[in-house]
DNA sequence: CGTTTAATTGAAAAGTATCAAAGGATGTGG
DNA sequence: CCACATCCTTTGATACTTTTCAATTAAACG
């Protein structure tokens, strides 16, 4: 793939600080490979053990763990600009599926050279390592959103912290986004009953603040969905500072 | 505090790749501070912004995160050898806190140091840093214990998690563990009612699997244990690898 | 030995899952 | 353009799980 620009992943990183000019070349030094996916593909299987990398391009993607009860519960979303695979660099053998939550185009770097750029340039390993770090603080959230929040206030979280996140990546328009998933695939990310969710979906839409028809998310009034939500964006992490 | 030797890290390190003498060194180096807390301390407050790295050398360890509604979660368990405060290092500001979920003893070394180290030895970088991952790893079972497992197999899953993250570091012997947490630290590490934790460990009990009784923790019977949680241990990495 | 904290129990209320079925939207082939 | 199939959303009713409230018992501590 001839002059790859990780776009996506520039506006992730310099959300959180700046990048050098050497630093984004290295990151476009990389010999970026890019595949497409459908929805509901499977993009990095469960035990596979990567060699490359992965960042996603464009689409929606997810992390799903399949439990012996024949349940699934997908533990994390991600968006574009999300360098959804640097676990398995660091891991060696996933623990987990990723797949695609929508048409996914993904870009591979293989894991040798990004071990390379982040020895070369250690401010930039620190940032791509902080993306785990986000992940992980992330998870932490979705851990208290699932112990200890009723169902109404965790969507409303779920939509609070997707929406951010597709923000900064200008996904978001006019106070609304694209969010191309079922409710099926919604009570599997907040481990409710399908049911259920379509129960607390409507419940959600009822308080008014926000439109949420087909694939398209309305925030009608951003503070007291937050409010509802008790949604506090620090750990998302979106102050541009030296790391 | 001379000549600190952080022990428990070496193994916590050691069982995922082989450090070098200088990679050794360089740990020993670093201007380790020890101080000790007692049962409930706060180590960490939220929304500090620490300077310096934790590692837990003894005792047990929290991050616990505190909801607008009252409620709490505990969102990871720490034990020896755990470099509970890298997360700092690459996010800055803390969006939860680090208490001792009984007396405890903290080394600290700072941010600044810990960054030289990594960039100096980049692999110990790497080692470090997926310590961060395999936190994050954790975490995305605990998410799929809280969505999709009953309580009973997710307490069985704790235990499990910690009867081999504790082993690590050699803090089991003859298949017991002390486990000095409440059953309302428990509950609130598991997100359910005190009353439900209570009556969901009488029945991990009743299934003749574990003994648990006070802060002692025996398993008898850890295969059964393992299969009734659906536990696979992939996802704690315990593999020696080049990484 | 009294005081405090933790563990345990019972019963009622609230919340959630499951089952079964009916609408709605979309896409395909005739 | 219609008939049909499929997938997703929505609804109602019932069974089950979990929380909450209110006590009681047990253990730890000065």
Redesign the pocket.
């Known amino acids: 793939m001839e002059n790859f620009i990780p776009e996506a992943l520039f506006s992730m990183l310099e959300r959180r600080d700046e990048l050098s000019v050497a630093e984004r070349k290295a990151l476009e030094s990389l010999s970026w490979r890019q595949r497409s996916y459908g929805d509901g593909d499977e993009i990095i299987p469960e035990r596979s053990e990567p060699t490359e990398s992965c960042l996603l391009v464009e689409g929606l993607a997810a992390r799903s763990r399949q439990l012996a009860n024949g349940n699934r519960q997908l533990t994390a979303v991600h968006v574009p600009g999300d360098f959804v695979d640097l676990h398995g660099l660091l891991l060696k053998v996933m623990d987990h599926a990723v797949m695609a939550l929508a048409p996914c185009r993904m870009a591979f770097a293989p894991h040798s050279e990004v071990r390379r750029i982040a020895a070369e340039f250690p401010h930039l390993g620190r940032l791509l390592f902080m993306t785990v770090a986000i992940d992980a603080a992330i998870q932490r959230n979705w851990i208290a959103c699932m112990g200890r929040m009723?169902?109404l206030r965790h969507i409303a979280y779920l939509v609070c912290e997707v929406y951010c996140r597709l923000d900064v990546v200008g996904q978001v328009k006019d106070r609304a986004f694209d969010f191309p998933?079922?409710?099926?695939?919604?009570a599997d990310l907040v481990?409710?009953?399908?049911?259920?969710?379509?129960?607390?979906?409507?419940e959600l839409r009822a308080s008014g603040h926000v439109t949420w028809?087909?694939n398209q998310v309305i925030v009608h009034d951003w503070d007291g969905l937050a409010r509802l939500a008790d949604f506090d964006p620090t750990y998302l992490n979106l102050v541009r500072r030296p790391r």
Do not use: A, C, F, K
């Open positions: 009723d169902p998933v079922t409710q099926s695939e919604v481990g409710l009953s399908i049911v259920h969710t379509n129960r607390t979906i409507q028809q087909g």
